[in-house]
């Protein structure tokens, strides 16, 4: 039996505001994009730095809190799954998107930086019986996790 890992973990800026949409069904759906950065020294000692540019798809009350307290250039650490979306262009040429689908984020930006809200996380319904100190009551917010088609989709 094969063991399977899909897990991401970045922590980066903000490259644009979130931009919420809704499913036909109501789901808010949140796209942003983060940047990373990598540092090393080449062969000759000079410092090299390389970005990567990481696509973030968040879902259902996540997607609200990152609307609310996220702007472009915010510090944040997105946990989720990476999936490959493909689709035929109106130039029928087939088109392939890599994200991150986060299902934990935790703000990073320096008390002032994001007001009151620096270092605010958000934690899945699973986890949030163990973390009520985050969370004070029993009941989560969020929704239980339902199944979404592509086809709901709104971009």
């Given amino acids: 039996m094969a063991v399977c890992l899909n897990r991401a973990q970045i922590i980066g800026n903000l490259t644009r505001d979130p931009e919420v949409r809704q499913t036909p069904q109501g789901v808010s759906v949140a796209t942003f994009g983060v940047a990373t950065n990598y540092t090393w020294n080449d062969n000759n000692g000079q410092k090299q730095e390389k970005a990567e540019f990481h696509n973030v798809v968040v879902w259902r009350k996540l997607a609200e809190i990152c609307a ?45 930086d994001m007001g009151d809200h620096s270092g605010m996380n958000y934690i899945p319904n699973e986890d949030r019986k163990s973390q009520n100190k985050i969370n004070n009551n029993e009941e989560s917010p969020v929704p239980v996790e339902e199944e979404v088609k592509l086809e709901d989709l709104p971009f």
């Fill in 68 to 112: 609310q307290y996220l702007k472009k250039g915010s510090k944040v650490f997105i946990e989720g799954k990476m999936q490959t979306r493909d689709w035929t262009g109106e130039d029928g040429v087939k088109r392939y998107k890599t994200e991150i689908i986060a299902e934990n984020m935790i703000m990073l930006d320096r008390k002032g």
